[in-house]
């Protein structure tokens, strides 16, 4: 996951790779998964790492519902 | 003898304190055990450990090996895997943080702060992989 300047900087980049445009999103929103994804102490003895469903419901709370964010 | 769940702590404490994940041998416990933990708890996806080595790699959000996401938070140089580890490093330590890398199309020097629970920015973030691939590489990922 990379850090792009604009959308124009992101297409140029797809292009170099011939890659199809993937998951773009804002800062806000990305550091909104990042909280809700890594905010959680790995350190407990009670951390595990999230079910299929629990992730799917992660993305659905920050808006991730396209399906370039399926996990099935 | 250390469970994997306390070598999974220990893990994170030395990372968080001191920037990178430690070396097998920084682990006080015998090598042998340290690395069958450490195979196990890649094997469940919570560590990726060096290809050859079974040193790690990744102890997600940070990495063991310098990258192009520099985070400083508290005095303490860390590196993210990707701009998401990058964020992910001042939201797993609660602090403020500064975030120096670069676009990852031209190069140019780019800069996210983290501050008071805001992340603060102008660039963008792009996905190439789509989530269900992510573990097929994850180190491309």
Redesign the interface.
């Known amino acids: 996951?990379?850090?792009?300047?604009?959308?124009e900087?992101?297409d140029?980049?797809?292009g170099?790779?011939k890659?199809d445009?993937?998951?773009?999103?804002?800062?806000?929103?990305?550091?909104r998964?990042?909280?809700a994804?890594?905010?959680a102490?790995?350190?407990?003895?009670e951390?595990r790492?999230r079910t299929v469903d629990e992730?799917e419901q992660l993305?659905g709370e920050i808006g991730l519902t396209s399906?370039?964010?399926?996990?099935? | 003898m250390m469970n994997d769940?306390e070598v999974?702590?220990h893990v994170?404490?030395v990372t968080?304190r001191g920037g990178r994940p430690p070396l097998i041998a920084e682990l006080d416990a015998p090598a042998a055990e340290i690395v069958e933990s450490l195979r196990r708890l890649a094997a469940?996806?919570?560590l990726v450990l060096q290809r050859d080595s079974d040193e790690i790699l990744m102890a997600?959000?940070f990495s063991a090996v310098a990258t192009p996401f520099v985070v400083e938070s508290g005095g303490v140089e860390y590196f993210g895997n990707?701009?998401?580890?990058a964020?992910?490093?001042p939201?797993?330590l609660?602090r403020d943080a500064e975030i120096r890398?670069?676009?990852?199309?031209?190069g140019?020097s780019?800069t996210?702060r983290?501050e008071n629970g805001?992340?603060?920015?102008?660039?963008?973030?792009?996905?190439?992989?789509?989530?269900?691939e992510w573990w097929n590489d994850i180190v491309f990922?």
């Not at chain 1, 996951?1 to 959308?7: G, I, P, Q, T």
């Not at chain 1, 445009?21 to 550091?31: E, F, K, P, V």
């Not at chain 2, 990707?82 to 580890?85: G, L």
């Open positions: 996951m990379l850090y792009f300047r604009s959308e900087h992101i140029r980049w797809c170099t790779w890659l445009r993937g998951g773009m999103m804002a800062l806000d929103q990305g550091w998964l990042a909280v994804w890594f905010g102490d790995r350190r407990a003895p951390w790492r992730v993305f399906p370039f964010w399926s996990l099935r | 769940a999974r702590a994170y404490d968080m469940g996806r919570v997600a959000p990707c701009i998401w580890d964020l992910g490093i939201a797993m609660h890398t670069s676009c990852g199309d031209c140019t780019m996210v983290v805001v992340a603060k920015g102008d660039g963008l973030l792009h996905f190439a992989i789509p989530a269900r990922t």
